[in-house]
């Protein structure tokens, strides 16, 4: 973590971390350190919503924006949106489309792309229901 501090404190490139961190404890020790200049957790690494809001509130009292970090599916997207939504810190949220056929398959609607944005969903939940059809096939029993 020094050398990270390090490097944050002596180049002029904003350093971006988090993906691999899974605690707000360890977030905070990369807080305290200055090791960071944005942070990007990830909600399936942290343990879901509300760890990753708990990260999100503790960058904020560093001044540091959050951007997650978002490459584990369309559910995940979602869940992310959510914690976005609501947070004072929030950035950009790392999305990727198109690189797997099944994709848009999973959801009952598609991620409600819009311009480049996500529109915030309306709908209860996570705003997106499961597609079970499609997933079933994929169940390890």
Known sequence: ???????TSTINTPICVGEHLFTRFEFRELFEQTAADIVMPDI???????????????ADTYH????????????????????????????????????????DRVLSDPIPLNKG?????????????LNKDELEPYLVT
């Open 44 to 58: 399936c690494y942290t343990g879901g919503i509300l760890e990753m809001k708990k990260i999100a509130a503790l």
């Open 1 to 7: 973590m020094k050398t990270l501090a390090y490097l």
């Open 64 to 103: 540091i924006p959050f951007c997650p970090h978002n490459y584990l599916g369309p559910i995940a997207t979602m869940a992310s949106i959510q914690v976005c939504a609501c947070v004072p810190n929030f950035s950009i949220l790392e999305f990727q489309g198109g690189e797997v056929s099944w994709r």
């Open 117 to 129: 944005y996500i529109d915030l969903p309306a709908k209860p939940g996570l705003g997106v229901k």
